[in-house]
Structure formats: C-alpha cells, structure tokens
C-alpha cells in the first residue's frame, strides 16, 4: 500500500519534472538568434526565389513561429490552441521537421524504437558483464583474476568507441561472419515483424551493444568491486561467517546485496549518457537511432526535431531515475522504512 | 577430564613483523567461563577470533593448537578443513560481537538472520526452523517473539540487537559461546540485561562461555576464570577470586588501579559556591520534530526539558545519563551550535563581573569572542581530527581563523601546547595516523587550547579510550583545569569517571534532570530511584560483591512504579527540590 503511494507520488513528481525540462529544451533551443525558417527566408531573398519565400512564411504562421516564445512554447506543448487549434505533444503531434520536409513522428517513429533497443540491449550488457566480474574481482582481490578483469576494464575504458567498433566489424566480420553496419538486412527494412527480421536484427544488434556497452560495463564493474570491498569488511560479514556460511553464499546473499544499491541507483544516469554517447557510434556504425537526426536537428535549427528528441531522451533519464527509485525502495528497507521512522 | 577447549601454545602474526600473539595457552571446561582481559592491542581479540579462524586477511597462525572436545574426539581447529571447519562454526561453537548495531545485516529481517543458522547446521526447513528461532527469541527475552522475527535490525535499540544476536548465537545449541566484548557498546542497565541473560542461558544449557572484555567489573560478575593479556601475552591466568582479589602481576595491578570506581563515600561534602558563574542554563527547553512519512502527522520529542545548570568558574560540572538521555544535546546548546525552544537562556560570563552574554542572542563580533573562550573535546579521537592534515596544521587552524598573531607565533604557541598535553613538539610535522588512541585526544585538547578558552566543553572524551588512557587522561584534564583556571561541561554515561573528575553531577533522564549534587553528596546518598540503578549497575571489581544482574538489569522501571515520593504519570514530573544544601532532587516533597 505504502509502495503503490510512493509510486504514485513518484510518477507525479516525473512529470512535473518533464514540464519544467520540456520549458528548459524549448527556452535552449531557442536561444541562437533567427530559426530554421527566418534563416531561410533570408537566404531565399538572397536569391530572389518568391515561391519559396512564401510557402516559408506560411509555415511561420502555421507554426506560430511568428509570435512570441512563451505563447510558442504553450502552443508546442499542447497548452495552448495554435492556428489550428491544440496539436501540441500532449495531443501527440510532436511537429514539422523542416529540414526533412517531414513531420518529426515520421521521421523519428522508426529510430525510436531502434534507439530504446539498442541501448536497453547495451544496459543488458553493461549488467550481465559487470556484475559477474565485479563481484568476482572483489571476491578474489589483489590476485591475478582482480587484476586481469581491471586490465580488462581499462582497456575498454581507454578505447575509443568508434576505433572498436570499426574493429570488431572486420574481425567479427572476418572470422564470425557477422554483419556489418545499420541494424538489420536492407531487404527487411519497412517490412513487417518476421522470424527472419527479428534474427537479422540480432544478429546486427552484437556489435553496436558491445561497442556502446564497454566503456560503462567497466566503470560500472569497478563500481560495484569498490563497493562490495567497502561490503566486505563490514561487521555483518563476519558475523554471517561465524555461523558457518560457505563463501559463495555469504559473498552472494549479504555483501552483494548491499553492494546493489549504488548498482540500480545507476540506471537513471546510464541510459541518456548511453544515448548521448552512441551518437558517435552510431554515425560510424550506421545506425538508424536519433543520435545522428538529433546531431543533424541541431546544426541546422530544426527546432521542433531537436526539441522533440531531446524531450524524448529527457523522459527516458527520467522513467530510469524513477524506476531505480522503485527498485531501491522494493531493494531496501531502510529507505522503505526510513521515512516512517523520520 | 579433558577440557572442551585446549589452547596451547598459540602465536598469531602478520607480515614478517615479531607474532602480535604469542605462546598463549588456556583451557575452557565445559560450563565454564573464561575471561580473556586486556586492553586495545593486547591480542585478546584476535586469540578468541583464531578458535573459529575468522582472522583478517593477512594475519597467520604461525603456531600452537586448539584443541576442541566434542564429547568423544578431540579435534585441532587450527588444522581442521575448511568445510569441517564451517560445521564447527556457528554450530558447535558460535560467536558475538562488540558492535551489535553493525554486526546484523541491515537489509535482511532478524528472523531470517537468524533461522539461517538452522537451516545451514540442522537442515531444517522454514517453518521448524521458525518454531526454534521464536522459542529463542521468548528465551533471551523478547516480549512479542513474532514481531521480533519479522522486524529489521535498524528498528530495534542496541540492547534488543544484542539480545537477537545472542538468539543467533544460542539457536544451535552451542557447546561454546565466544563474546566479543558483547556490552562495551551498551549502557550499564543494558549491560547488566545482556550479561544477565548470558548467564541464565549458560545455567540452563550448560555451554562453556569465553567472554572477551576490558571491563574487570564485567569479569568479576561473570567469570570463573581469568586471562590476563599484554602486549600478546598472557601476563596472568587463573581463577577469578585469585587474580582479581591478589592480583599477582604487575599489570593486573595497574589495571587494578586505572579502572575507575564509584567510591565509597563517607560523608557529603559542601554545597558549590554560585556567586562567580561562567555558564548559566536557564529553563532550556528543545524539543524536535520528527517529520512522519508523507502524509502521516510529525511527532515531537522533547530531549531537554526545563534543564537549569549553573556552572561556577574553575570548576567542572558533569552531566550524566544514558543514551538519549538528551545529555549530549545539553552541551550543544551550552556551546550555541544548536538553538534551544524559545524562552530557554543561555548566559556567559567571559569573565567575574563583565557582562552577561546572551549565548544564542549575540551579534557577530560578540559570538567570535565567545567562540575563542568556549571550546570543545570531542569522544571520538579517530574522526574528530582531519587525516589529512599535520598536527601543525590542526593545531594553527584556530588561531589562523581567530586571526591571532603571526606564523612563528602560532607555530610556537602550537609546540608549547602540544608540551602542556605532555607530546613532544617535535610531533608537530607528524600527521594524525602516527598516533595512539590516547595521544589523539591529547592532540584534540591541545587544539582546543590554542586559543586560551576559559570553558571547555567535554563530550564523553575518555569513552572510546582504554582503562589506563582514560586515567592519563583524566589526570591531564585535572591538571590543565587547574593550571589554567579553565571551566569544564563534562559529558559522561560513566558515573566512575564523573566521581573523579566533577565537582557536581547532574543525572539526566530522557531530557529532564533528576538529581543534582556534588559527588560526594550524591554517592552518599544517592535519592532517585533512577541514580540508584545507575549505581547500582556499575559492576565493581570484586568477586566478593557481584550486582544482582536480574535486579539492576530492569533499571529504575517506568516512572509509575517509583516509590511515591518520586512516581509520577506520563511527563508531569514533579519539580526538581533542594533537599539538603546543595542536593536536588526531582520528587513531591
């Protein structure tokens, strides 16, 4: 009962967060004199083309560009009627791509999904990695197993992504006949769900997660090593050993579970730094995701693009805050009950 | 008979350095206690961890045996395997720790913690082991076994984590119980209910008890026989009444004559004189608001309640209690870092005759002068002083911030402080970690005097010291007060220490003072109900006078079944009356 309030509390607190950030993307992005469309209309002038000029000014009115910022803004959200009354992102029009001639949903409808799949694939695989390895360094510290996964670790820390990835792809390539580059086969593109699609997106997902997963999967582990040897001195410890526990059961059912908290708190802050850190790798990798649209958004001031993508990577940072908060809550009755006892 | 436990010969060490335990021996027979004495570094701790072999990392058994009788073979622990080894442990032989308050999993519920020992030893299932683990927990006295198995341990108090650790350690039956210095932690009500309980469980069970400790009153109370160690070394062993009524070695007398006692008074002493007050408390009041979950309504707790304190100039003024008595939130406010409920008055006098100082109502010049004449000795010499930072560097921040002369002139006034705590001021390059326990709380007293205070306020500053350190620096305490005409808030639940140092005590119980007195007067004759189980309590070193544990171990009890000239309901306490001069008393008259 006291968990679905928190729940609800929690939610409630997300979205007024995801207002004030929406206020904040769309203030940001309009900080650079001129838009997409003045710039054009200015450039158009310039070579004395009349027709485009028009159809330029009639998007200004249609999308209220013309008026002022704050009326913008409430009109982009939805909470305000525009000049076709209300079609902001609360009634799911998330706005026209100008640069792409396109409404942004189009646009970006396909890399959405690729994007969360992508990355909750890396997310998989930072976890699935780091936490066998970190809990066995830690176990088995200051010995060669400690020692070969840190150097295991620095090594994917200190590589660059995009160098990985082109060298996976010939090797992976090479020997194991992997696929290179974009996430599926060309022949499935806009075709419908099929078994052979879903294998073919597999098959192309190996690389990108493991160059996108690397680097977090090794500070992570070094996280979770720090945290479980701070564990591992602890009293409780040997009082669990001086009941007769053998190792791996103590090593798993106590210090691991105090170790976890630090462990969930991470997956707000791992998500939009994978995001924003894949941008890269999904250029070299061709990848269909919104990192590259989101690059291109903003070079060129396609605002509601832009604005559209980073709203949608803010309200992923901010489902994974919450559900680490959930989970911590769920983890540890010391936050469940700390509030209860003041 | 062969003894049930056999220790010969044992030496403990790390690295390459000389054993830190060396050539112990001693035996345990069978519903017999042991107690192994000795202060920080003498090896005790690690000779009691080695019977389980739950040593640190780097430390080696370098030689001996412990030899472990189970009824009808005899096994070497030192030498058994690793798996045998874990049968042993937590079954046979089962283990308690200091710190009851970090010796539990936080995250797991105690019930848990604690059946796991039967399911890992007797392989019961969850429900019989549940039927066992309530039985023990009715047995070392839990009122509602069932809400004790389901709580978590960060919702119970010390003295109840104890108890569920004991459960722990008791569930399997064990022929031999090792405790840790197991009531160092406690306050001595809850010491007497844990050794209490202690002793039941080994008259009903009939298990060997190997009960570590610095205390000589624990040992008097409990043991039959005794270990003295040193340095790694046994200095003395035999039975109780021997080496605590004649101690023979040298050492067993110097911790004979460090352990403070609650003297026997022969006559009270005369009231103080109040005409030249340093510090005044009048009417404090605090009270604290804790902010109940979401939407569920705040609670207040008064930790002080109406606490008038005068403290007269050159002399030393204790506040005693337990923990959460409110006597620590009393010095606080006494220094101004926390401000009293209004109403509540705190007056400084800098000096005899200059004006009064409104303690939480100054302006700012006002209140860095006061900072420079009140200063403070904290309990905890390890974390009170910057690991990074030299001893100089500690010693010159006060009188860098407080502007006070130049370089050399504070260097030098650091070095002649450091001689005044008796250091070499050839430490002054040195950092902290170079440091005893003991020679830290010298340091955090020669930084408190660097700016010439004339009030010094001690929180518990010798609690985390052992026996002899604590005497060192008592006698240090003394001699500066007394050299330098300084005026000491003392802090202490130890009414042995206060008996030394105070020239009057305040006993404070849950924020409201109960009875005030010079310490002559108040161990003379000691009124309230609740002073009385507090001396009570104090075990003394005598096997010839043990405490009644069962007696004391309920403390003074609720306030409803006090004699009638104390009792009272809910918090109308009745008012605090001067019986004799200079003796107060909460009672109706």
């Known amino acids: ?342 | 008979m062969t003894p049930l436990l056999d220790v010969q010969g044992l030496s403990i060490g790390f690295g390459d350095a000389p054993p830190v335990v060396q050539d112990v021996n001693f035996t345990v027979n069978a519903g017999e206690t042991l107690a192994i004495v000795g202060e920080s570094g003498s090896g005790k701790t690690l000779t009691c961890r080695s019977v389980l072999r739950i040593l640190p990392g780097a430390a080696q058994l370098r030689a001996g045996q412990i030899n472990y009788n189970n009824g009808d073979t005899v096994t070497d622990l030192l030498t058994l395997n690793e798996r045998k080894m874990r049968n042993v442990r937590g079954n046979r032989i089962s283990m308690i720790f200091q710190e009851p308050m970090r010796s539990l999993s936080p995250l797991h519920r105690i019930g848990n913690q604690v059946s796991e020992v039967l399911h890992l030893h007797r392989g019961m299932g969850t429900a019989d082991a549940k039927r066992d683990v309530l039985d023990t927990f009715e047995r070392v006295g839990f009122a509602d076994p069932e809400r004790a198995y389901r709580a978590y341990p960060f919702e119970m108090s010390g003295g109840m984590r104890q108890r569920a650790m004991i459960a722990m350690a008791m569930v399997s039956k064990p022929d031999l119980l090792i405790a840790d210095e197991p009531t160092t932690a406690l306050d001595v009500t809850t010491q007497a209910q844990v050794l209490g309980l202690i002793k039941n469980l080994q008259k009903e069970t009939g298990m060997a008890v190997i009960l570590v400790t610095h205390d000589l009153g624990v040992v008097a109370n409990m043991a039959e026989k005794v270990v003295v160690m040193n340095k790694g070394r046994v200095m003395e062993s035999g039975p109780a009444p021997a080496v605590l009524g004649n101690p023979g070695h040298g050492y067993t007398q110097k911790l004979f004559a460090a352990a403070p006692v609650i003297p026997k008074v022969a006559e009270p002493s005369a009231p103080l004189n109040y005409d030249d007050p340093i510090l005044e408390l009048k009417s404090v009041c605090k009270t604290y608001t804790v902010r109940g979950a979401g939407w569920r309504a705040k609670t207040k707790v008064h930790a002080c309640i109406d606490v008038n304190l005068t403290l007269p100039r050159g002399k030393t003024l204790a506040v005693v209690g337990e923990s959460g008595s409110g006597k620590t939130t009393c010095a606080r406010i006494a220094l101004g870092a926390e401000a009293p409920d209004t109403g509540s008055k705190v007056i400084f006098h800098g000096a005899k005759g200059s004006d009064p100082l409104p303690v939480h109502n100054m302006t700012r010049p006002e209140r860095v002068a006061f900072q420079r004449q009140a200063q403070m000795v904290f309990q905890d010499p390890y974390s009170s002083l910057s690991p990074r930072m030299r001893v100089q560097e500690a010693l010159t921040e006060p009188m860098e911030i407080h502007g006070i002369g130049t370089r050399a002139d504070r260097r030098d006034k650091a070095a002649e402080m450091l001689r005044w705590v008796g250091l070499n001021p050839d430490m002054l390059k040195r950092f902290p970690h170079a440091f005893s326990g003991g020679q830290r709380q010298r340091l955090s007293i020669a930084r408190a005097l660097t700016l010439d205070p004339s009030l010094l306020v001690c929180d518990e500053p010798t609690s985390a010291l052992d026996v002899s350190v604590q005497e060192q620096i008592l006698t240090l305490l003394e001699d500066i007060r007394d050299r330098m005409g300084l005026s000491y808030l003392f802090i202490s639940h130890d009414l042995a220490v206060v008996a030394r140092i105070a020239d009057e005590v305040a006993v404070m119980r849950q924020g409201v003072v109960v009875e005030q007195a010079p310490p002559d007067t108040l161990f003379y004759d000691p009124q309230h109900p609740y002073t009385q189980a507090l001396i009570a309590a104090q075990p003394e070193p005598d096997v010839n006078r043990p405490i009644d544990l069962s007696l004391v171990a309920n403390g003074a009890g609720s306030p409803d079944t006090w004699p009638e000239m104390f009792r009272f309901d809910g918090s109308a306490a009745p008012d605090l009356r001067e019986l004799t001069p200079g003796h107060k008393v909460r009672c109706h008259v």
């Open chain 1, 1 to 342: 009962m006291m968990f679905i309030r928190y729940a609800a509390y929690r939610l409630l607190t997300m979205l007024l967060t995801l207002v004030v950030v929406s206020m904040l993307v769309f203030v940001i992005i309009n900080l650079p004199p001129g838009d997409y469309l003045s710039n054009q209309i200015a450039e158009l002038r310039a070579t004395g083309q009349a027709e485009g000029v028009a159809k330029a000014e009639f998007l200004r009115t249609e999308y209220a560009l013309d008026r002022p910022l704050w009326q913008q803004y409430l009109i982009w959200a939805g909470f305000a009627p525009g000049p076709n009354g209300f079609s902001g992102l609360l009634q799911g029009d998330f706005g026209w791509s100008f640069e792409f001639d396109r409404p942004v949903a189009d646009i970006v409808g396909n890399a959405l999904w690729l994007t969360v799949l992508v990355n909750l694939a890396a997310v998989l695989f930072v976890y699935a990695v780091a936490l066998p390895l970190g809990v066995l360094a830690a176990a088995k510290s200051e010995t060669a197993v400690d020692y070969t996964a840190a150097f295991v670790g620095y090594l994917g820390l200190a590589t660059p992504n995009f160098l990985l990835a082109l060298m996976l792809f010939y090797y992976g390539n090479k020997y194991l006949g992997l696929p290179i580059g974009g996430l599926m086969d060309p022949i499935y593109e806009g075709e419908p769900m099929s078994p052979g699609k879903v294998k073919s997106v597999l098959l192309h997902l190996i690389v990108p997660t493991f160059v996108i997963g690397t680097s977090g999967a090794a500070a992570m582990m070094q996280r979770l090593r720090a945290n479980m040897l701070d564990e591992l001195s602890k009293p409780y410890v040997e009082t669990a050993k001086a009941k007769g526990m053998s190792p791996t059961r103590l090593l798993t059912k106590y210090p691991l579970r105090m170790a976890f908290n630090p462990f969930v708190a991470d997956i707000g802050n791992l998500l939009p730094s994978m995001i924003s850190g894949s941008v890269l790798v999904s250029v070299v990798l061709g990848l269909q995701t919104i990192g590259p649209a989101l690059l291109t958004a903003l070079k060129s001031q396609d605002q509601f693009l832009a604005a559209f993508i980073l709203m949608f990577v803010a309200l992923l940072t901010l489902i994974g805050t919450m559900v680490s908060d959930l989970l911590l809550v769920l983890l540890d009755p010391r936050i469940r009950y700390g509030a209860r006892d003041g």
